[in-house]
């Protein structure tokens, strides 16, 4: 068997298209553009590429873009009031503070010091107890991307066996309780599972969210299961030059899963997509309008 390839960077792009009509039409119809800021503290390269990116398309969808770039020793008393303020102005309807910050600031504190409502990464103490309690929450990008694919992959995923591996934060535990609000039956494994690969071959759904660069190969998947890989391991490749491979060993899981989001071009692109999704519906929730369907977990 060869898998369907899902094509995220597509489905991206149809995303931030019905972002960008809904964007017209709140500005049209109600005088509002929704604004997206970003924090960034420090020079991390990756960090910058990142924030450039979102920056970018964020203007690309008619948002506000604001942009706030602090030196690596700020304060964790000026990161906070930076915080507080962007907190406080009514044209930002989304707030995110890059990950990692310089090791002198308290991430949980920082994080916690964002308006709940505002907190478009969905890491708020506030919005991962709303999500695990069935409470309208903001959701983390990363997972909410990868349930749209799913979603759209399978229509419902009720009674699916799913396996998350991986317990991040970020993505293992959102993503457990993403798909078992949509009645999956869900199993987070991670590095102590015994026998991951018997575990993993029980899943419809297979989520790789390890961070281990092609450590899931095709006898971890059962077949015809679909494959959705999160991991960007960036590798050494042939000649000396570096590339992006995925936690899951394309080319083995390919030939035996039904389908597989492939890296680059899989669940990567969706992120952003999904930062742009949850502050349009952050816009809307703070004026009272109805929120955009399909958008939202
Ligand atoms: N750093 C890497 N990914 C992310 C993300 O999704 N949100 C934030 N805030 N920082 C990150």
Known sequence: MTATIIDGKAFAARVRGEVAEHVARLKSEHGITPGLA??????????????????????????????????????????????EELNNDPAVHGILVQLPLPKHLNEDLVINSIAPEKDVDGFHISNVGRLATGQKAMVPCTPLGCLMLLRDHFGSLSGKNAVVVGRSNIVGKPMAQLLLRDSATVTIAHSRTQDLPEVCRRADI?????GRPEMITGDYVKPGAVVIDVGINRVEGEGGKTKLVGDVDFESASAVAGAITPVPGGVGPMTIACLLANTLTSCCRAHGLPEPEGLTA
Do not use: C, H, I
């Open 206 to 210: 297979l989520v790789a969210a390890v």
């Open 38 to 83: 970003v924090v960034l503290v420090g020079e991390d390269p990756a960090s910058q590429v990142y924030v450039r990116n979102k920056g970018k398309q964020t203007v690309e969808a008619g948002m506000a873009s604001f942009e706030r770039k602090l030196p690596a020793e700020t304060s964790e008393r000026d990161l906070l009031a930076v915080v």
